[in-house]
C-alpha cells in the first residue's frame, strides 16, 4: 500500500509538435496533466514543433515579445541526464515545400522572417539558408535520440488486430508489381568505410585541375568510430531513371519514385528533382532556365513549379507541356488522383517507409490518373535497401497477402544513438561543384577514403560511435533474453560500412551471457525472407537494424501487422539513464488535418501516445521512487485494454466517434481503474467521484462530442495554431471540461 504521503516530486515532458498530433495533444494533454498531478507529478511541455524551431533560428531578429526558446537545444541537453523523462509526439520532418509553406504562414501572422534563400549568393543570404537548414528534414530525432530504439506492437494491440483484423488488398501471382534500384554507381557500391583507432579531427577535401577546396573541416571522431563515405554518380542516376521510365510505359505499369527526402534532406531531395527532370525532359530542357531563374527548383517537385506558372513568362506553356506528358506520358502513380497530385508533386508525398507498406498492404496497388488502382514500378534509386521491399513484394506475389489475424510480428532494436548512421550525414553531404577527386583525410594528412567523382554527383559521410554500437547490442541481446524469440542483425558482409559492424558485432556479443539465445547476422534481404517465412507461421522475429533500416521496418511490419505504425510503442533506454518514449509514426496526419479544417473531425488514433505514457510512468516510478506513478501506469494499461475491447478507436468517417471523443472514453476507463485499484486508497477516494461523474454524463458528453462534427474547424493556423481557438475546437465538451476540472 502506498503512504499517504507526499509522493516525490517528478516531471515529464510533454512535447508540442505538428499536425494532428498536436492538435490531439490540445484534448489529451489536459486529461493527462489532470490525473498526473493526483501523483505529484508535473507535466511540462516543450515546442519542438516546425514552426517553433523556425522562430528559435531568429531570435536575434524578433522583438522580445516574439521570441521563443530554443526548445530542441535544451532537451537535447536533457536527453543526457539521468533525469530525463521524454514522451515525444511525431513531428515534422519537414522538405523544403513544408519549410517555405511554414515560414510563409508565420509571416501572415506577424513574424517579421526571411524567405527561404533557394540560391544564396550574399553572406547575409548564406547565414539566413544556413539557419534554415539546422531546422529542415531530421532535425529532432538526431537531437532527442541519445539511446538507440526499442520499438514493438504491444500485445494489446497485437491481440486486437487478431482478433479485428484490418482489410488488406488482394495480391495476384501475375502481379507486375517490382521494385527497380540501381545496383551500380549508387550509395551502396560507392561505399568505403574505416575504423578509426584513436581519437581525431578529420577533413573532407575535393581536388579538381583548379585546386583544392576544403569542404568540411575539424570534424571529431572517438577512437573505434565507424567513418563511412560514399557518392552516387548522377550520369549512372539520369541513365537508371531514364531505363525505369521506358520499362514502366512497356510494362504497362505506374511509375512511382519512393525517396526519404525528410531523412536524408540534402542527398534525396536532389534525386527526387533529377527524376522530376527526367520524367519531364522536355520541359526543363526548353524553359529550364526560365525556372531556375524564378528561384524554383525542380528538388521541390512538380507541384512547386505549377503552382509558381501564373508568375512565369511561359507559365502557360509549361503548365500545357507538363499536361501533355501526363496524358500522353508514362502512367504516374498518384498520391491524390481526385486533387491530381502526382508522385512528383511534393517529395514529402513519397516518403518511402510510409509509401511501400502501403503500396504492399494495398495488393501491390497504387493509384492512377484514371482513379484506378494499378500495378507500379517502385523506383528506390539506391540498392542498400531496396531489395528488401522486393523481397516482400516477391512473397507476397507467390503466397498470397499476409494475414493480420494469424501472422506473427517483427519488433525491432534500432541503431540510432549520437546521430549513428545516417542521421550524422547531414553536414557531410555535398552536390559537387566540379569533377575531381574527394578525399577524407586525418588529422595527420593520411588519406583515409578516396572517390573520384563528377559535377552533381552526389557524396556523404556519415559516422556511427562505438559507444553507440556497444550500446545497440547490449539491448539486442536484452531484448532476445526478454522475448526468447531469434533476433537478428540485418547486416550485408558485402557492404563496406556493414562489413565494420558485424566485426563489432561478433567482438561485442562476447561482452554478454548469449547461452541460449538465438542470435543470427543476415543480409537485409535474406533476413527479411527469414522474418516473413516465420511470419506466415504465426512466429515472432526481433529485427536488429541500422539507423535507416529501423525508420524503414518500423513502418512496414506494423502497417501489414496491426494497420498502422501509430499505434506502436517506442522506447529509447537514454544511455545515460533516462528515458524516451515515442508515441508512433505521423506520415498520415496532414490528410487528418485536412479533414479536421473541413469537417471538424479529426481520426487521429492516440493509442501509441496512451502506451508511451504508460512507459514513462513505469519509468519515472523506477528512478523518482514515485509508488503512485506506477499505480497509474498500471490502470493506465488496464484502460487502454479496455479501450481496445469496447473499439473506442477514431473511426474513419464523419458521424463515428473521433479523437476527442477516443480521449473521453480513456478518461473515464482509467478513472474507473483508480478508483477500482486498492493498492493507493488516495487515488481511489480521488477518482470515484470523477469515475461516477463520468459514466453517469456519458451520453450528454458523446452527444456535445458529436454536435460538432460536420461543419469546418478554424484553429488558427497549420503549422502553428492559435492556442485558444485549437483548444476550442478540440474541447467541445463542457459537460466533459467541468468534470475533468473537479478533480
Same mark, same amino acid.
Given at each position: 500500500?502506498? &503512504?499517504?504521503?507526499?509522493?516525490?516530486?517528478?516531471?515529464?515532458?510533454?512535447t508540442? &509538435?505538428?499536425?494532428? #498530433?498536436?492538435?490531439?495533444?490540445?484534448?489529451?494533454?489536459?486529461?493527462?496533466?489532470?490525473?498526473?498531478?493526483?501523483?505529484?507529478?508535473?507535466?511540462?511541455t516543450?515546442d519542438? =514543433?516546425?514552426?517553433?524551431?523556425?522562430?528559435?533560428?531568429?531570435?536575434?531578429?524578433?522583438?522580445?515579445?516574439? $521570441?521563443?526558446?530554443?526548445?530542441?537545444?535544451?532537451?537535447?541537453?536533457?536527453?543526457?541526464?539521468?533525469?530525463?523523462?521524454?514522451?515525444?509526439?511525431?513531428?515534422? =520532418?519537414?522538405?523544403?515545400?513544408?519549410?517555405?509553406?511554414?515560414?510563409?504562414?508565420?509571416?501572415?501572422?506577424?513574424f517579421?522572417?526571411?524567405?527561404?534563400?533557394?540560391?544564396p $549568393?550574399?553572406?547575409?543570404?548564406?547565414?539566413?539558408?544556413?539557419?534554415?537548414?539546422?531546422?529542415? *528534414?531530421? %532535425?529532432?530525432?538526431?537531437?532527442?535520440?541519445?539511446?538507440?530504439?526499442?520499438?514493438?506492437? #504491444?500485445?494489446?494491440v497485437?491481440?486486437?488486430?487478431?482478433?479485428?483484423?484490418?482489410?488488406?488488398?488482394?495480391?495476384?501471382?501475375?502481379?507486375?508489381?517490382n521494385? %527497380?534500384?540501381?545496383g551500380?554507381?549508387?550509395?551502396?557500391?560507392?561505399?568505403?568505410?574505416?575504423?578509426?583507432?584513436?581519437?581525431?579531427?578529420?577533413?573532407?577535401?575535393?581536388?579538381?585541375?583548379?585546386?583544392? &577546396?576544403?569542404?568540411k573541416?575539424?570534424?571529431?571522431?572517438?577512437?573505434?568510430?565507424?567513418?563511412?563515405?560514399?557518392?552516387?554518380?548522377?550520369?549512372?542516376?539520369?541513365? !537508371?531513371?531514364?531505363? $525505369?521510365?521506358?520499362?514502366?510505359?512497356?510494362? *504497362?505499369?505506374?511509375?512511382?519514385?519512393?525517396?526519404?527526402?525528410?531523412?536524408?534532406?540534402?542527398?534525396?531531395?536532389?534525386?527526387?528533382?533529377?527524376?522530376?527532370?527526367?520524367?519531364?525532359?522536355?520541359?526543363?530542357?526548353?524553359?529550364?532556365?526560365?525556372?531556375?531563374?524564378?528561384?524554383?527548383?525542380?528538388?521541390?517537385?512538380?507541384?512547386?513549379?505549377?503552382?509558381?506558372?501564373?508568375?512565369?513568362?511561359?507559365?502557360?506553356?509549361?503548365?500545357?507541356a507538363v499536361?501533355?506528358?501526363?496524358?500522353?506520358?508514362?502512367?504516374l502513380?498518384?498520391?491524390?488522383?481526385?486533387?491530381?497530385?502526382?508522385?512528383?508533386?511534393?517529395p514529402?508525398?513519397?516518403?518511402?517507409?510510409?509509401?511501400?507498406?502501403?503500396?504492399?498492404?494495398?495488393?501491390?496497388?497504387?493509384?492512377?490518373?484514371? *482513379?484506378?488502382?494499378?500495378?507500379?514500378?517502385?523506383?528506390?534509386?539506391?540498392?542498400?535497401?531496396?531489395?528488401?521491399? $522486393?523481397?516482400?513484394?516477391?512473397d507476397?506475389? &507467390?503466397?498470397?497477402?499476409?494475414?493480420?489475424?494469424?501472422?506473427?510480428?517483427? #519488433?525491432?532494436?534500432?541503431?540510432?544513438?549520437?546521430k549513428?548512421?545516417?542521421? *550524422?550525414s547531414?553536414?557531410?553531404?555535398?552536390?559537387?561543384?566540379?569533377?575531381g577527386?574527394?578525399?577524407?583525410?586525418?588529422?595527420?594528412?593520411?588519406v583515409?577514403?578516396?572517390?573520384?567523382?563528377?559535377?552533381?554527383?552526389?557524396?556523404?559521410?556519415?559516422? @556511427?560511435?562505438?559507444?553507440?554500437? /556497444?550500446?545497440?547490442?547490449?539491448?539486442?541481446? @536484452? /531484448?532476445?533474453?526478454?522475448?526468447?524469440?531469434?533476433?537478428?542483425?540485418?547486416?550485408?558482409?558485402?557492404?563496406?560500412?556493414?562489413?565494420?559492424?558485424?566485426?563489432?558485432?561478433?567482438?561485442?556479443?562476447?561482452?554478454?551471457?548469449?547461452?541460449?539465445?538465438?542470435l543470427?547476422?543476415?543480409?537485409?534481404?535474406?533476413?527479411?525472407?527469414?522474418?516473413?517465412?516465420?511470419?506466415?507461421?504465426?512466429?515472432?522475429?526481433?529485427s536488429?537494424?541500422?539507423?535507416?533500416l529501423?525508420?524503414?521496418?518500423?513502418?512496414l511490419?506494423?502497417?501489414?501487422?496491426?494497420?498502422?505504425?501509430?499505434?506502436?510503442?517506442?522506447?529509447v533506454?537514454?544511455?545515460n539513464?533516462?528515458?524516451?518514449?515515442?508515441?508512433?509514426?505521423?506520415?498520415?496526419?496532414?490528410?487528418?488535418?485536412?479533414?479536421?479544417?473541413?469537417?471538424?473531425?479529426?481520426?487521429?488514433?492516440?493509442?501509441?501516445? !496512451? !502506451?508511451?505514457?504508460?512507459?514513462?510512468?513505469?519509468?519515472?516510478?523506477?528512478?523518482?521512487?514515485?509508488? /503512485?506513478?506506477?499505480?497509474?501506469?498500471?490502470?493506465?494499461?488496464?484502460?487502454?485494454?479496455?479501450?481496445?475491447?469496447?473499439?473506442?478507436?477514431?473511426?474513419?468517417?464523419?458521424?463515428?466517434?473521433?479523437?476527442?471523443?477516443?480521449?473521453?472514453?480513456?478518461?473515464?476507463?482509467? %478513472?474507473?481503474?483508480?478508483?477500482?485499484?486498492?493498492?493507493?486508497?488516495?487515488?481511489?477516494?480521488?477518482?470515484?467521484?470523477?469515475?461516477?461523474k463520468l459514466?453517469?454524463?456519458?451520453s450528454?458528453i458523446?452527444?456535445?462530442?458529436?454536435?460538432?462534427q460536420?461543419?469546418?474547424?478554424?484553429?488558427?493556423?497549420?503549422y502553428?495554431?492559435?492556442?485558444?481557438?485549437?483548444?476550442?475546437?478540440?474541447r467541445p465538451?463542457?459537460?466533459?471540461?467541468?468534470?475533468?476540472?473537479s478533480?
Open positions: 500500500m502506498v &503512504t499517504e504521503s507526499q509522493p516525490d516530486a517528478a516531471t515529464i515532458i510533454y508540442h &509538435t505538428d499536425e494532428a #498530433p498536436l492538435l490531439a495533444t490540445y484534448s489529451l494533454l489536459p486529461i493527462v496533466e489532470a490525473y498526473a498531478a493526483k501523483a505529484g507529478i508535473s507535466i511540462e516543450r519542438i =514543433s516546425l514552426a517553433g524551431r523556425i522562430l528559435a533560428q531568429f531570435n536575434d531578429r524578433l522583438p522580445a515579445d516574439q $521570441q521563443v526558446d530554443d526548445a530542441l537545444a535544451e532537451l537535447g541537453a536533457m536527453a543526457t541526464t539521468p533525469e530525463a523523462n521524454i514522451v515525444k509526439l511525431p513531428n515534422i =520532418s519537414a522538405s523544403v515545400p513544408q519549410l517555405k509553406a511554414a515560414v510563409a504562414e508565420l509571416q501572415e501572422q506577424g517579421a522572417l526571411p524567405d527561404y534563400p533557394e540560391h $549568393q550574399t553572406d547575409e543570404e548564406k547565414d539566413v539558408r544556413a539557419r534554415y537548414d539546422r531546422v529542415k *528534414g531530421s %532535425a529532432v530525432n538526431p537531437v532527442l535520440r541519445e539511446g538507440n530504439s526499442d520499438r514493438r506492437a #504491444p500485445g494489446a497485437k491481440n486486437y488486430a487478431k482478433a479485428h483484423p484490418h482489410r488488406m488488398g488482394a495480391w495476384s501471382p501475375e502481379s507486375r508489381t521494385v %527497380a534500384t540501381m551500380a554507381g549508387d550509395f551502396f557500391s560507392n561505399e568505403k568505410s574505416v575504423v578509426l583507432p584513436s581519437d581525431d579531427s578529420l577533413t573532407i577535401r575535393l581536388t579538381t585541375p583548379e585546386g583544392t &577546396t576544403v569542404l573541416d575539424g570534424i571529431p571522431v572517438l577512437a573505434g568510430e565507424v567513418v563511412d563515405a560514399t557518392f552516387m554518380s548522377v550520369s549512372a542516376l539520369h541513365t !537508371f531513371i531514364r531505363e $525505369q521510365i521506358q520499362r514502366a510505359k512497356d510494362e *504497362g505499369v505506374l511509375f512511382s519514385a519512393h525517396l526519404k527526402a525528410t531523412m536524408m534532406k540534402v542527398s534525396d531531395p536532389i534525386i527526387f528533382g533529377h527524376i522530376v527532370e527526367a520524367f519531364f525532359p522536355d520541359v526543363f530542357a526548353q524553359y529550364g532556365d526560365q525556372i531556375r531563374a524564378a528561384g524554383l527548383s525542380s528538388n521541390d517537385g512538380l507541384g512547386a513549379l505549377l503552382s509558381a506558372t501564373d508568375n512565369l513568362p511561359d507559365g502557360e506553356a509549361i503548365r500545357a499536361e501533355d506528358v501526363l496524358d500522353n506520358g508514362p502512367a502513380a498518384m498520391v491524390d488522383s481526385d486533387k491530381g497530385i502526382t508522385n512528383l508533386h511534393v514529402s508525398d513519397v516518403i518511402i517507409d510510409a509509401s511501400m507498406p502501403a503500396m504492399i498492404r494495398g495488393g501491390g496497388h497504387m493509384w492512377g490518373m484514371d *482513379g484506378g488502382e494499378h500495378d507500379t514500378l517502385a523506383v528506390i534509386p539506391d540498392s542498400s535497401y531496396a531489395g528488401v521491399y $522486393q523481397t516482400v513484394i516477391d507476397c506475389r &507467390t503466397h498470397g497477402a499476409l494475414d493480420p489475424a494469424t501472422m506473427g510480428t517483427v #519488433p525491432n532494436v534500432g541503431l540510432m544513438a549520437k549513428a548512421e545516417e542521421y *550524422g547531414h553536414d557531410k553531404t555535398f552536390e559537387i561543384p566540379a569533377s577527386t574527394v578525399e577524407v583525410v586525418d588529422g595527420a594528412g593520411e583515409l577514403i578516396s572517390h573520384e567523382v563528377e559535377t552533381g554527383d552526389i557524396w556523404r559521410a556519415c559516422q @556511427t560511435q562505438d559507444v553507440a554500437i /556497444r550500446d545497440w547490442v547490449k539491448l539486442a541481446v @536484452t /531484448r532476445a533474453r526478454a522475448t526468447g524469440v531469434p533476433t537478428v542483425f540485418w547486416l550485408d558482409a558485402h557492404r563496406a560500412h556493414d562489413a565494420n559492424l558485424i566485426a563489432k558485432v561478433e567482438q561485442y556479443l562476447g561482452d554478454h551471457d548469449t547461452d541460449g539465445l538465438d543470427r547476422i543476415m543480409a537485409p534481404a535474406e533476413a527479411c525472407a527469414f522474418s516473413l517465412e516465420r511470419i506466415r507461421q504465426g512466429l515472432d522475429t526481433i536488429v537494424t541500422g539507423n535507416v529501423r525508420d524503414y521496418n518500423t513502418d511490419f506494423p502497417i501489414l501487422e496491426v494497420g498502422t505504425s501509430a499505434k506502436m510503442l517506442s522506447i533506454p537514454l544511455m539513464g533516462g528515458g524516451l518514449f515515442e508515441t508512433g509514426a505521423g506520415g498520415s496526419a496532414p490528410k487528418h488535418v485536412q479533414q479536421l479544417l473541413e469537417q471538424n473531425y479529426l481520426r487521429w488514433d492516440s493509442l501509441g501516445e !496512451f !502506451f508511451a505514457l504508460a512507459a514513462s510512468l513505469e519509468h519515472l516510478s523506477g528512478v523518482a521512487g514515485n509508488r /503512485r506513478a506506477q499505480v497509474l501506469a498500471e490502470t493506465l494499461d488496464r484502460a487502454t485494454g479496455s479501450f481496445l475491447e469496447h473499439d473506442r478507436s477514431p473511426s474513419r468517417r464523419l458521424g463515428g466517434i473521433d479523437n476527442r471523443g477516443s480521449h473521453f472514453y480513456l478518461a473515464l476507463y482509467w %478513472a474507473q481503474e483508480l478508483a477500482a485499484q486498492s493498492q493507493d486508497a488516495a487515488l481511489a477516494a480521488a477518482f470515484g467521484p470523477l469515475a461516477e459514466v453517469a454524463a456519458e450528454t458523446v452527444d456535445e462530442l458529436a454536435a460538432v460536420g461543419s469546418p474547424a478554424d484553429v488558427g493556423g497549420y502553428r495554431p492559435d492556442d485558444a481557438k485549437a483548444s476550442a475546437v478540440m465538451s463542457a459537460t466533459f471540461n467541468e468534470a475533468l476540472a478533480l
